[in-house]
Nanobody, 125 residues
Framework: QLQASGGGLVQAGGSLRLSCAAS????????MGWFRQAPGKEREFVCT????????ACGDSVRGRFTISGDYANNPLYLQMSGLQPEDTAVYYC????????????????????WGQGTQVTVSS
């Protein structure tokens, strides 16, 4: 199970840090990811990190502003968000994919088999 937290209301230009805690895992080898979904829009990739925590990637719309850190072996997973803008308003979900390729990560939501319940981030202008 995954539990995301840390969302809230913030003014444009502000920062938030989201956390994702995991329980019930059977392995330390999980690709982790953050995705978001705004009302009326499809789920969007935000950031991902490899099981060993050394390889990561973020989507074009957040690159340079958001940072993913942590790895599945060392809970929790974090998403540090800075320079937030109203277009970042969405429900943010953490997700996990069981994978023994320790240097692998994925930007595709369909690859992930485990999802948290989401945490709302609202950015006011």
């Amino acid at each position: 199970q995954l539990q995301a937290s840390g969302g809230g209301l913030v003014q444009a230009g502000g920062s938030l840090r989201l956390s994702c805690a995991a329980s019930g895992r059977t392995s330390n080898n999980y690709v982790m990811g953050w995705f978001r979904q705004a009302p009326g829009k499809e789920r969007e990739f935000v950031c991902t990190i490899s099981p060993d925590g050394r390889y990561r990637a973020c989507g074009d719309s957040v690159r340079g502003r958001f940072t993913i850190s942590g790895d599945y072996a060392n809970n929790p997973l974090y998403l540090q968000m800075s320079g937030l803008q109203p277009e970042d308003t969405a429900v943010y979900y953490c997700a996990a994919k069981r994978d023994d390729r320790t240097k692998y990560y994925s930007t595709r939501a369909s690859d992930y088999g485990y999802w948290g319940q989401g945490t709302q981030v609202t950015v006011s202008s």
